[in-house]
T-cell receptor, first 113, second 112 residues
Framework: GENVEQHPSTLSVQEGDSAVIKCTYS??????FPWYKQELGKGPQLIID?????GEKKDQRIAVTLNKTAKHFSLHITETQPEDSAVYFC????????????FGQGTELSVKP | DSGVTQTPKHLITATGQRVTLRCSPR?????VYWYQQSLDQGLQFLIQ???????AKGNILERFSAQQFPDLHSELNLSSLELGDSALYFC???????????FGSGTQLSVL
């Protein structure tokens, strides 16, 4: 079945710096790749997603890139702020074919003021 | 607020007991998913329902069962509870399946 590997497990940056989190997936049939942010005591919140027919997507300070050949996708956060501190999860699924969403192990991002 | 409602927020029970977790999906969403989150296992997919029918199954134990009712709310039943079942259980919903899942705030289950 699908497996998603996420790195790094922890990431500490200074406020204003960029942060990059990387994921790889195993099932070449996966075609939907969302990213979730989870704050303490809350459920995961969808922050951005990308489908396999798109190589890059950007939403303000957040961007996601996808390399289908290498089965890699990455989250880029620019101009980080203390409120970006949270655990970030990548995930993969077969999209609207009803496939289950498989999550990576998470990255704890700490943005130091 | 994601629009997904989970009750109760906290549940404390003893080994061997049975509990029921409830989820109300966002208005209009037909798919409901259950996930288990623990420190060592991360977010593990348990089961998915679409419009009342089971759509996909993950690492769900035989002691666990779920269903989705005609009004689309879902319940996750956990029986013969063990210490290792202590975890955060999330429900999520989406319009169809597999995309844009919205998560509830979870039920923290503690088995003592």
């Amino acid at each position: 079945g699908e497996n998603v590997e996420q790195h790094p497990s922890t990431l500490s940056v200074q406020e204003g710096d960029s942060a990059v989190i990387k994921c790889t997936y195993s099932d070449s049939a996966s075609n939907y790749f969302p990213w979730y942010k989870q704050e303490l005591g809350k459920g995961p919140q969808l922050i951005i997603d990308i489908r396999s027919n798109v190589g890059e997507k950007k939403d303000q300070r957040i961007a996601v890139t996808l390399n289908k050949t290498a089965k890699h996708f990455s989250l880029h956060i620019t101009e980080t702020q203390p409120e970006d501190s949270a655990v970030y999860f990548c995930a993969a699924s077969m999209g609207n074919q009803g496939g289950k969403l498989i999550f990576g192990q998470g990255t704890e991002l700490s943005v130091k003021p | 607020d994601s629009g997904v409602t989970q009750t109760p927020k906290h549940l404390i029970t003893a080994t061997g007991q049975r509990v029921t977790l409830r989820c109300s999906p966002r208005s209009g969403d037909l798919s409901v998913y259950w996930y288990q989150q623990s420190l060592d296992q991360g977010l593990q997919f348990l089961i998915q329902y679409y419009n009342g029918e089971e759509r996909a199954k993950g690492n769900i134990l035989e002691r666990f069962s779920a269903q989705q009712f005609p009004d689309l709310h879902s319940e996750l039943n956990l029986s013969s509870l063990e210490l290792g079942d202590s975890a955060l259980y999330f429900c999520a919903s989406s319009v169809r399946g597999g995309e844009k899942l919205f998560f509830g705030s979870g039920t923290q289950l503690s088995v003592l």
